[in-house]
């Protein structure tokens, strides 16, 4: 997997305080997106260890009071994606404690396929549906087109 941006302090993406990972990789390529450059697998970075060490620690940096991890991209969910995913999402939820995991895809729940659910296991709350321009609303909080539906999966 490679990721476009991460972000260890970031108060748009979410509720509170978190830390936001930006993956590379999309098939969906929304009109009026705003994070095209987002879209190729191979753009951005590698995704390391490391970087899935350092987001580990962030999290559990005290000095900031951080309510959670936020994954967009990108897609997280795009099949390239999923494992990677998945495995940070896991500890995440086994090494973080009480922080929450926010997801953006433009899946619809009901295209997931079985390992694309595996990841939503591990989220709290999963904002689904491609953007769309036609749609969009300045005034929505955490989703850019009307279309696009925030699932509260766990608390």
């Known amino acids: ?76 969910l795009h099949p390239a994606n999923v494992a990677a995913v998945l495995a940070l999402v896991k500890r995440v939820q086994a090494e973080c404690t009480g922080k929450d995991i926010w997801l953006w895809t433009g899946y619809r729940l009901a295209e997931l396929g079985e390992q694309q659910r595996a990841v939503l296991e591990y989220v709290n709350v999963v904002v689904d549906g491609k953007f769309e321009k036609e749609l969009h609303d300045p005034e929505l909080v955490w989703r850019g087109s009307s279309n696009q539906v925030i699932h509260h999966l766990k608390d």
């Open 1 to 76: 997997m490679n990721y476009h941006n991460y972000y260890p302090v970031d108060v748009v993406n979410g509720p509170g305080t978190r830390c936001t990972l930006f993956v590379s990789g999309c098939v969906h390529q929304c009109r009026g997106c705003y994070n095209q450059s987002t879209w190729r697998l191979d753009a951005g970075h590698a995704y390391t260890r490391e970087l899935e060490d350092l987001i580990i620690a962030d999290l559990n940096d005290s000095r900031i009071k951080r309510r959670g991890l936020s994954l967009s991209g990108g897609d997280p």
